[in-house]
């Protein structure tokens, strides 16, 4: 009977290699150690911090690369040489790469726009009012200041230009070349937000040098939460400084101020830094750098000053938006018309001392303007001798009108305080929405809140000629 004699296939094994990864500690000199570590460095030195700055030189190096691999300057005889030569010395170039060292220069100088910090105060325009001079004067030497200025600026321009000209890369189409968010408005809200991240910078390389651990500060201030806000603006407003190292005059610090808080309007938050409780602590530190305003005079006497009023109705500071927005208006028009310029003068003030009254308008025969009339107190101590102020009606823009503006005020009082003689700013309700009949509560608002609204108040150019024209 046949067998199969071992002939059918039967399963046999095969070997296949695999590979799998095993680490291998190769054991090294210090010598070689140093050298590795030193290696390192280097390349830690070469690289900028800043990721578009690093990002901008690597896009050199590429294209200075390509161009460098296709000559034949050095010898395929000394590779270690030219290797050591290139680590030792990296910003070394060949000569004859005239293209990729167009675009490394154009690297560097996009690199060092981005970072050249900016004496914020000599680009917001200042005035200057004489401390005895009439408006007109005062107009004057405010327009010859805006002359000197704006040929400062054309020197410097000229400057630039001519240095330029000696450079020899290729003028790039940055961001700052195009117009800005604010080219339209009188607060230019960019200054605000330039000298912010300029000092968020700074703070963040003092952090990076002390042996402290501190979170370091984020450079985008909507990415702050109120808190967080609120404590780095007590920082900003008193560790702010020029390039120089010198400090800022505190209405410039008070106009990037504003410009951050426009900032944070124009991009749908609706954080009000100078009303809201959650900030605080920021305007006690802000009240400390006003306080310092009224005692700083140049040599002829002049007030130079970069708020105008303008940038407080652009900020949403003055109007009738909030209850202490209201109560910061009524305060900066009874400060200009009633030339009330300090705490117990406003205190002064009160619901029956307050009258409006009616005339007759030459130009419109037929019609009536309505204005306010304060009756000064006659055991007022220490106030000015007229004994009577007015703030006309504003026709042409009812929203700006200090007559409607008080008219709306005391819609929002209870009925009761409307009759008082020894108030007039009223504190906000806390539980108050702008829909509320009622804003306000039959308390007197603090003095330690006046005091810090007046003195921001007092910082305004349209304030510091009033009173001293009157």
Known sequence: MPVCMWSLPVPCP???????????????????????????????????????????LRMAEMVAGDKKDDSDSESDEEPIA????????????????????????MALKMASDFEEPVDLEGAVSATAIAASASEDSAQRIGNIMDTKRRNIRQARQVKKKHAQTQQVYTPVVTSSDMEKPDANMCLKYTFGVNAWKQWVTTKNLELQKSL??????????????????????????????????????????????????????ENGRID?????????????????????????????????????????????????????????????????????????????????????????????PGLRNVFLRFYLPQTAEGMKKKKVYEQQENEENPLRCPVKLYEFYLSKCPESVKTRNDVFYLQPERSCVPDSPVWYSTMALGTEHLEKMLNRVKMVKEINVAILTT
């Open 212 to 265: 402290k651990r501190q979170k370091p500060f984020k450079t985008e201030v909507l990415q702050l939460t109120s808190d967080e806000l609120n404590y780095s603006l007590c920082l900003f407003v008193k560790e702010v400084r020029k390039p120089n190292g010198a400090e800022y005059a505190p209405d410039t610090i008070y106009y990037l101020c504003l410009g951050i808080q426009q900032y944070l309007y």
């Open 272 to 364: 009000n830094i100078f009303c809201d409780t959650f900030y605080e602590k920021f305007t006690d530190c802000l009240n400390e750098v006003c306080q310092k305003f009224s005692v700083l005079y140049n040599e002829s006497q002049y007030i130079v000053t970069r708020v105008e009023e303008e940038h407080l109705w652009e900020s949403k500071q003055l109007g009738a938006h909030s209850p202490l927005v209201l109560l910061n208006t009524l305060m900066f028009f009874n400060t200009k018309h009633f030339s009330l310029t300090t705490v117990p003068e406003h205190l002064q003030l009160s619901f029956s001392h307050i009258m409006r009254h009616w005339k007759r308008n030459p130009n419109q």
């Open 14 to 56: 095969l070997p296949i290699p695999l590979p799998i990864p095993v680490p291998i500690f190769i054991p090294t000199t210090r010598n070689s150690i140093k050298g590795i570590v030193k290696e390192i460095n280097k390349i830690k030195n070469k690289v900028p911090a800043d990721p578009l700055e690093a990002e901008l």
């Open 82 to 105: 030219k290797e050591e030569t290139y680590h030792s010395e990296p910003e070394q170039m060949d000569t004859n790469n005239s293209f990729g060292e167009d675009v490394l220069q």
